[in-house]
């Protein structure tokens, strides 16, 4: 695997095994194919700590279909489920041609399961922000924009779009905990806007208020990584 960018870590920290490594696959982004997954699993089972968790964002998904395809709200929750499942099955076929050694190193989480109070927490404070900090709102938007260019798409498409990133933000910021595990270094094929602001709110170099009112105990690394 090709690293190109060390963002708030270095390659001597990553070889060193210093964190537990999260797998976390996009539904919508289209460089997750079966190549990466696998390639991104072989390597975080060969540089974690301990183990390594895989993380399948279905529940924050649902939002994607329910605006820019205009599906119902139940609707689209069981696609964003079902696609949710299509992964996690690939993901098992993949650890299934490897040893029950490596194995044993990976769990799999859905969203919902990361939700703890901590993560429901944070959420509520960048809602609150979204709502009444204007700037924030705008780099927000900005970051949903990035992502997701459309001539179809209004102004209020954008902000309900916004639920995303509000609700993957302190993923981002802090990382995962899983069975008592704090899993804090996420390799991804790109490095975008959102990983910008993840890192300056860390460390309080954006919107500092955010960060006091924030709390942060840990913080997720993120290296911008891709097939060799």
Same mark, same amino acid.
């Given at each position: 695997?090709?690293?190109?960018?060390?963002?708030?870590?270095?390659?001597?920290?990553?070889?060193?095994?210093?964190?537990?490594?999260?797998?976390?696959?996009?539904?919508?982004?289209?460089?997750?194919?079966?190549?990466?997954?696998?390639?991104?699993?072989?390597?975080? %089972? *060969?540089?974690?700590?301990? !183990?390594?968790? @895989?993380? =399948?964002?279905?529940?924050?998904?649902?939002? $994607?279909? #329910?605006? /820019?395809?205009?599906?119902?709200?139940?609707?689209?929750?069981?696609?964003?489920?079902?696609?949710?499942?299509?992964?996690?099955?690939?993901?098992?076929?993949?650890?299934?041609?490897?040893?029950?050694?490596?194995?044993?190193?990976?769990?799999?989480?859905?969203?919902?399961? %990361? *939700?703890?109070?901590?993560? !429901?927490?944070? @959420?509520? =404070?960048?809602?609150?922000?979204?709502?009444? $900090?204007? #700037?924030? /709102?705008?780099?927000?938007?900005?970051?949903?924009?990035?992502?997701?260019?459309?001539?179809?798409?209004?102004?209020?498409?954008?902000?309900?779009?916004?639920?995303?990133?509000?609700?993957?933000?302190?993923?981002?910021?802090?990382?995962?905990?899983?069975?008592?595990?704090?899993?804090?270094?996420?390799?991804?094929?790109?490095?975008?806007? =959102?990983?910008?602001?993840?890192?300056?709110?860390?460390?309080?170099?954006?919107?500092?208020?955010?960060?006091?009112?924030?709390?942060?105990?840990?913080?997720?690394?993120?290296?911008?990584?891709?097939?060799?």
């Amino acid at each position: 695997m090709r690293i190109a960018t060390y963002l708030n870590t270095t390659e001597e920290e990553t070889l060193a095994k210093k964190f537990n490594i999260v797998v976390g696959i996009s539904l919508g982004n289209k460089d997750f194919t079966r190549e990466l997954i696998r390639d991104y699993l072989l390597w975080a %089972i *060969e540089n974690t700590k301990e !183990k390594v968790l @895989v993380l =399948i964002p279905d529940k924050i998904h649902s939002v $994607n279909y #329910e605006i /820019k395809n205009g599906y119902k709200k139940e609707r689209a929750c069981k696609l964003s489920t079902r696609e949710g499942e299509k992964v996690e099955k690939m993901v098992k076929d993949i650890l299934d041609e490897l040893s029950p050694e490596k194995r044993s190193i990976v769990s799999i989480s859905k969203w919902e399961e %990361i *939700e703890t109070d901590e993560y !429901k927490r944070m @959420v509520s =404070i960048f809602y609150n922000e979204f709502k009444n $900090n204007t #700037e924030f /709102k705008n780099e927000i938007i900005g970051i949903v924009k990035e992502n997701i260019k459309s001539d179809k798409l209004t102004e209020i498409d954008y902000e309900k779009l916004a639920i995303y990133v509000l609700e993957e933000l302190p993923f981002l910021i802090c990382g995962a905990e899983s069975d008592g595990i704090v899993y804090c270094l996420q390799p991804y094929p790109g490095i975008s806007k =959102i990983d910008h602001l993840t890192v300056d709110l860390q460390d309080g170099l954006r919107f500092p208020d955010i960060t006091q009112k924030l709390s942060i105990k840990n913080k997720l690394r993120h290296i911008e990584a891709y097939i060799q």
